[in-house]
């Protein structure tokens, strides 16, 4: 084999095989830009709201909010993978999920984060439009 052919098939390795996706974020670096998100429970009624956020490699732990109070995160987005952040909301007996930030939907319209109001029909950003549930649990 070629040395040539042979710099290819260990540089595919290594892009493929030996490093994780998570390599391929952007660094911890000042001056490079995040996504913030800000979840807020708006559901009246006086009702505490559970949420349960994750991504496919961070588990953002169970949050109890009280009205009004809110939840917020940051991350930053993979460079060849898609981003995805989804939540279960529960309060007294519902339970529904919805993905708060996926990259193909908000990267371009929403590059730095927005924050949610979650009410009882679905999550509203704020300053523009609501969403369905995407599924009850």
């Known amino acids: 084999m070629s040395s040539f052919a042979r710099s290819v098939l260990l540089t ?5 095989i030996v490093l994780p996706s998570y390599a ?10 995040k996504t913030d998100v800000s979840l807020t429970n708006s559901l009246g009624g006086n009702l505490d ?8 490699d961070d588990d953002l732990g169970i949050h109890l ?3 009004g109070e809110s939840y917020e995160f940051s991350f ?3 460079l060849i993978s898609q981003t995805l952040f989804f939540c279960r909301f529960s309060w007294q ?6 993905d708060v930030y996926d990259k193909a939907r908000d ?4 590059p730095y984060g927005f924050g949610y109001n979650v009410t009882k029909s679905g999550p509203c ?7 369905s549930w995407k599924s009850s649990c």
Do not use: A, D, M
């Open 12 to 16: 595919w390795l290594l892009l493929t």
């Open 24 to 33: 391929f974020k952007f660094p911890k670096v000042p001056g490079i830009s």
């Open 49 to 56: 709201l559970t949420l349960h956020c994750k991504s496919k």
């Open 65 to 67: 909010l009280h009205p």
């Open 76 to 78: 930053r987005t993979s």
């Open 93 to 98: 007996n519902e339970c529904h999920y919805f």
């Open 107 to 110: 990267s371009q319209k929403w």
């Open 125 to 131: 950003r704020v300053y523009s439009n609501c969403f």
